[in-house]
């Protein structure tokens, strides 16, 4: 098995695509903190709004490496599950357009085996990437901008979380959107098994994450009670839940706390149960597919 | 709340237990006192109790220098404050002209208190009216109101301890008007998380903010640097 696993990953970094998802990240990541380095105090300014009039705004305190990294997950969260479905999409169609799938399933390991290996090694490369981002949009901010608080900006309030409470809920972030983009990487494995080429996964996960994210962005009551809850797009943001903390009966936030654990960890076991359905939707067909390719 | 600590000062010589005397004198030795605080920098504890704002309580270093200087720092972090936003300190007040009315007698906290209004006659000024609520008995002001043209009324209640012999305060409760904050769902990108209550539209329109510090120690006249004020 591990053999396996190591050939699938020597697959998928064999082929250029792969870095283009780290090119991308890298470009994207460096233009957001340029971009801040040079005029941070407006971007601050557009979030604080008409707040500036009547509350003193520390703008360099808050434009730090951990403000900037926020802002760029916020910016590119939304946008990897594209970059993921690159590879993920190419899992089985890829195999398929090159003429190897009936190669690989004819080996002495069952079908169910090969496929969960081959998710296996989409995941491994999801958890790179964003250890990849991690690192750029972490590490390298903390580099350009030092430490401090940080603000964290929601539709209706602001929050303040001290230095020494953040660290933490970035490596929990992180976790969680492991989880989340694996869900996206399910998605487009599942979609791959159809196909004969990776063109059609990969622009077909694209167009139901650009959809979904809609449906959970449009503020529709009649969404936001029947639909929203089961995309699963709504609950890939739950890593900003780490973000947000409880208060007390004075008003003051209270340093390492989250305000909903219980919503974070429903959704969580949402994301798990899409990533089981479509994987073992997945193998299901694959096992039941006369593959001729 | 910057606005008070700059009134703070000049509060401290409402507090002479003149009940009898002329408001045009008592004012007049207000204003001899006051004199004699330059500066001072002070050690204390902000706890923020914003509706829209969810902060920790943080440690902060308080400023002040006369006649209007006002500054609060968060050394260590980062803390919103409410700005200034009437220019004037009681100081530079009490070297204008208004009227000082004698409005009676109340208690605080079953504290007897003497209720003095300050009333500017300049028409144009932002101040509006001050409230000061004084406890004749420990010469220290209590409460203070202060309405202004731009910002409503601010409302400011003082306990005080161990600075009380000179006439500082332990703890300062400030509370004030409050605006309403919204940015766009689609710029946020909040998790929801399906708990969250909406309020009806102009809701938060009305209500107030508080701010608490509790002071740990002070250092009056030992000087300060134009710097801690940029």
Known sequence: MWSLLQIELFKIFRKSRTYISFGAIAAMVIIIQAALKYDGKSYIEFLVGGLKDSLEIPYDHILNGYFVCFIILNLLLIHIPLLIALVAGDSIAGEANMGTLRLLVSKPVSRTQLMLIKFAATVIYTALLLIWLAFISLALSILFFGTNDILIARNDSLEIIRRSDVMWRYLAAFAYATVALSTVAALAFLLSVFAENSIGPIVSTISVVIVFTLLSEMQIPLYDRTVKPWLFTSHMLAWKGFFYTKVDAGGSAIPGTIENLQAIMKSFWVLIAYITGFVASAIFIFNRKDILS | ?230
């Open chain 2, 1 to 230: 709340m910057n606005r008070f600590l700059l009134f703070f000062p000049a509060f401290l010589f409402f507090s002479t237990y003149l009940p009898a005397q002329d408001a045009g004198i008592l004012i007049q030795s207000i204003r001899e006192k006051l004199e004699k605080i330059n500066d001072y920098r002070a050690q204390a504890s902000l706890k923020t109790n914003i509706p829209f704002l969810r902060v920790p309580d943080a440690e902060v270093t308080v400023y002040y220098k006369k006649p209007n200087r006002i500054k609060i720092k968060n050394e260590k972090g980062i803390s919103l404050v409410p700005k200034e936003s009437v220019s004037i300190s009681l100081y530079s007040l009490l070297n204008g002209k208004y009227q000082v009315i004698d409005a009676g007698k109340d208690k605080i906290n079953n504290i007897p208190v003497r209720i003095v209004k300050l009333l500017p006659e300049n028409e144009n000024a932002d101040l509006v009216l001050a409230t000061l609520y004084i406890d004749a008995s420990r010469l220290l002001v209590l409460k203070a109101k202060i309405t202004t043209r731009e910002n409503g009324t601010d409302e400011v209640i003082l306990s005080y301890g161990k600075y009380a012999a000179s006439s500082l305060p332990d703890k300062i409760i400030f509370s004030f008007n409050t605006q309403d904050y919204k940015l766009p769902k689609g710029v946020t990108f909040d998790y929801d998380d399906g708990s969250q209550k909406k309020q009806p539209p102009g809701d938060q329109k009305n209500q107030r903010g508080k701010i608490e510090i509790s002071y740990h120690s002070y250092e009056i006249n030992r000087g300060l640097s134009e710097d801690v004020f940029k």
